[in-house]
């Protein structure tokens, strides 16, 4: 580390453990020595929560309320115009207004050296704050984190629900133009993966690729820990991720309707956790059947990975690196995935991870690991030394840390407020 940094993270979202990019970004940097001032938008009491934890490693924490009507209006009058919705979904004039007061008196007088904002849900504040500033604020780097118009375009095809089918078929072309649009006004822009990135050069010749850098995700060690081989269940699998997002969804309709039958014609006792927040209904009535379990919103994901036989990560369409299989390669969880899931990792396919192309190789592959013990151990001393070397957040904030110094120096930046 060159020096200490005076950081602004701008949020649309409060980061917690399931929005764990964000927050896992802020508190690495803290613990490198940078003082981190985070502006974040809250819309629940579980928001106002992970808030006090965040006070412990920001040096300043200053949070403002949304309300889910702005959110809704937001997306109605932005109907006609040619902006996407999710640029506008978080968007309060208020909050942008603090923005600007926090960078003209904020920070005690010292100034900030970078600032940072994150997903396309919060680039509009930084497009406020280059008007404004007229290119003489701090330099900004713009966390896209995936390309959500590669994400629409595979969703548009590929997405279970229709009415998800027509969203996304709705927001592709004007999300495609934002995202080729907006990467002029920022400094840098960080993707999570090549190909996210490859999406970006994709857009047209208005993208600027050479401020496109890959900051990949990673996963706290500490606390995805490897569980007790001896207390795993039985033929037990588990699958996990915000059950809200429309490729989640897509992923456990796949698992339930294509893959599981086969398994039970296998092996009938086979049973699937299904862990994340914000089930829909057609999630939740595959609790039905006795060897299902749909939690919705736990406190810790933990348990369910630790003592789960396998994970499935059978994902059809996505962006970006799927946290779920970092999360249970750390635990030490035989992972069984789609190449979906795994395209933006440097895994050895059937060493560190056990990959199925089709629904028929995948209730397979699921089944020949549940009556091979030795196969899983093997796949979870892989995947646990794959994660140890490759995704540690003290890593990628220090890569982190290279892109903020080099953004400064090239901008020629003092702090100049």
Known sequence: MEKTMNILFVVPYVPNLIRVRPYNLIRSLSRRGHQITLMTLWTDDRDLEDLEQLKSFCKQVLAYPLPRWRSLSNCVLTLPTDRPLQAVYCW?????????????????????????????????????????????????????????????????????????????????????KYEAAVTREFDRVLVTSEKDRDAFCQLGEIVDTEKLRILNNGVDLDYFSVGNFQERAENTLVVSGKLSYHANISMVHFMMEKIMPQVWESIPEVKLWIVGKDPPGDIQAYAKDQRIVVTGTVDDLRPYLQKATLAVAPVTYGAGIQNKVLEAMACATPVVSTPTAVAALELEWGDDVAIAEDQYTFAQTVIDLLQRPERRLNLARRGREYVERKHSWEAIAARLEKIYMDVIVSTNHFPAV
């Open 92 to 176: 309060s004039p208020d909050f942008s207004h603090a923005i600007q007061e926090q960078l003209v008196s904020g920070n005690e007088g010292e100034g900030y050296d970078v600032i940072h904002i994150e997903h396309l849900r919060g680039a509009r504040y930084g497009q406020a704050i280059r008007s404004r500033w007229d290119g003489k604020s701090p330099p900004i780097v713009w966390d896209s984190v995936d390309s959500i118009s590669y994400l629409f375009r595979q969703a548009a095809g590929q997405s279970q629900k229709l009415f998800n089918r027509m969203v996304t078929r709705f927001e592709l072309p004007r999300t495609e």
